[in-house]
């Protein structure tokens, strides 16, 4: 009795992975991988750290299927970047371009590396005895 309820347990677990195929999903194989590398491209504006193609935020499922729906229209992908750069800034590529209003972006993390290596060395030189102390 035991392993006949595992073994509808294990069923039902696994019916997730035999459903229909997700709506936004294109039957060109070229055409999804071509959306999936472009979804790659693209920041989710809520996780911020990911693509929309890997968020799983409703932000990001939103912009796969705005992207998804213009790939389908017949936009470029220059077009549809152009598109969400007009409506949420560079913010939303995951490599902005290099431009005077994006330059703190850029150079952040120089930045935060140079000044870390300052307080490192001023941090060592403090730690060091003098001269005087050491006699």
């Known amino acids: 009795m035991k392993r ?5 347990l294990l069923l039902a677990a696994s019916v997730p992975a035999i459903a229909a195929p ?8 070229a055409t999804e991988t071509r959306a ?3 979804q790659r491209q693209l920041r989710c504006l809520v996780c911020q750290g990911e693509s929309i193609d890997e968020s ?13 729906q213009q790939i389908a229209d017949g ?6 970047k152009t598109y969400l750069v007009s409506r949420y800034g560079d913010f939303i590529l995951m490599r ?20 870390a290596g300052g307080v490192a060395v001023w941090v060592i030189r ?5 001269e005087s102390e050491s006699l």
């Open 4 to 8: 006949l309820a595992f073994l509808l």
């Open 96 to 115: 902005p371009p290099l431009q005077p209003d994006t330059y703190l972006l850029w150079l952040a993390p120089f930045v935060v590396l140079i000044g």
């Open 22 to 29: 997700v709506a936004d999903t294109f039957s060109n194989p």
């Open 56 to 68: 799983g935020a409703s932000l990001a499922a939103d912009l796969r299927h705005l992207v998804r």
């Open 36 to 38: 999936r590398a472009l």
């Open 75 to 80: 936009k470029s992908d220059d077009e549809i």
């Open 126 to 130: 403090r730690a060091k005895p003098s």
